[in-house]
């Protein structure tokens, strides 16, 4: 199979159908094998009904239902999982992202060697405050943080290799650092298409303000998970190990003092507290990276290594 469109929806019945004809246009226009996976993140609306007519419709698309709302990401986990095509694309269900930009995708990851593509809607029709704005100061950040020369981040629209799907895992709200995870599996090839955007044709978006807050955290987690998440220790260990050592220069200091220079009242001397919470937070850190290792190696998601090629 040729292509793969994974497309979350949460309360989107007014787009689907339209957005499956137009879908299966192209594919028809351009001769490729495809199925569509729609993922219902717990809709509430008629979403689910639709979806099953579409799919009694046509063979080529297939569903899955969340039984409450999870959330985008955990959403393209799921269809990530089940999905065959040689080329996995995502879109989002709204028509704001547009089909006919399927074709070069696809041909960007299967002969022009790219592991991702990630669209970049230059031209954005989407409120300039809530969203514009405080997106590019995100994309800004994010490039500086991760090293990756993305303009958009977020962009819904995106293609993939098939093995780049099956390595990751998306949770929480991670979506939006797709290509950071793929990085940190190996996936070094990420490339960019300009993409056309349009104006959202039916309902609201469901993402609010909380997404830029939210987004911070999760990319400070994602930054420490891919650098330390196998090796906990080597984090609190290390830091531990500095700061309890710290303190316990300090105290012998004061007992030498005591013992050899017989100056008391150490107990009203600020050095001999600063000694003592230095002994006391380092050793808690350091027991943090035991815990965390004993975590980390008895975890049940005990992830697999990267294997690029077998011969
Ligand atoms: N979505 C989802 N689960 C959620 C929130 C959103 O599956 O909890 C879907 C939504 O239906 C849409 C896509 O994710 O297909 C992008 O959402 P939206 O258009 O609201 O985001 P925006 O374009 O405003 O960034
Ligand atoms: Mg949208």
């Given at each position: 199979m040729d292509i793969s469109v994974v497309i979350p929806l949460l309360n989107e019945d007014e787009s689907l159908q339209e957005l499956e004809a137009w879908i299966r246009r192209v594919m028809n226009e351009n001769k490729f094998s495809y199925e569509i996976i729609f993922v219902d993140?717990?809709?509430?609306?008629?979403s689910w009904n639709v979806i099953k007519d579409i799919s009694n419709k046509n063979e080529n698309v297939k569903a899955i239902r969340f039984r409450r709302n999870y959330g985008k990401s955990p959403a393209l986990n799921e269809g990530f999982k089940i999905a065959q095509g040689d080329v996995v694309i995502t879109m989002d269900a709204?028509?704001?992202?547009?089909?006919?930009e399927i074709p070069e995708l696809y041909d960007m990851v299967k002969n022009q060697g790219f592991d991702l593509v990630s669209g970049w809607k230059k031209k954005r029709y989407d409120s300039k405050f809530a969203k514009n704005i405080p997106s590019k100061f995100f994309n800004f950040t994010t490039r500086l943080m991760?090293?990756?020369?993305?303009?958009?981040?977020?962009?819904g629209l995106k293609a993939y290799k098939n093995d780049v799907v099956k390595n990751i895992e998306v949770y929480g709200e991670m979506h939006r650092y797709i290509p950071v995870i793929a990085k940190a599996e190996g996936f070094r090839n990420i490339g960019e298409k300009v993409v056309q955007h349009q104006k959202r044709k039916y309902g609201t978006t469901k993402?609010?303000?909380s997404r830029f807050i939210r987004g911070y955290l999760d990319l400070l987690t994602i930054t420490f998970i891919s650098k330390f998440?196998?090796?906990?220790m080597h984090f609190f260990g290390g830091i531990g190990t500095v700061i309890f050592l710290a303190g316990f220069i300090m105290g012998v200091y004061l007992a030498f003092q005591k013992i050899f220079?017989?100056?008391?009242?150490?107990?009203?001397?600020?050095l001999f507290y600063l000694a003592l919470i230095c002994m006391i937070i380092g050793t808690q850190l350091f027991l943090t990276g035991f815990i965390a290792e004993l975590i980390q190696t008895n975890s049940s998601r005990k992830k697999q290594y990267g294997i690029a090629e077998k011969i």
């Open positions: 993140d717990g809709s509430t609306d008629n709204d028509l704001q992202d547009s089909p006919d991760t090293g990756i020369k993305l303009h958009d981040f977020n962009c993402f609010g303000m998440g196998k090796r906990p220079n017989s100056v008391y009242g150490m107990t009203d001397r600020p």
